[in-house]
């Protein structure tokens, strides 16, 4: 479930609260304005959010994160074989 990935990771990279609100529905696909109005936040604030989070996973780019997500699923899916 991508929820419990992002939470999963979330806590290991040490996000905080609302980088925790932001990271699944960027590994979700949402865009940044699409964010930025569910979390009742100006899109500034979200892109900032987003540039800190992708610094503290190490990646660069959505495509990243999504693949970090997946990878995190299958490391999970794994372990419970």
Known sequence: MLTV????LAEQYGLTPRERDIFPLLAQGHTMPAISERLFVSENTV???AKR???KLGIHARVELIDLVNRAGDEDAAREQ
């Open 5 to 8: 990935r992002c939470a999963s």
């Open 53 to 55: 989070i992708y610094q």
């Open 47 to 49: 892109k900032s959010h």
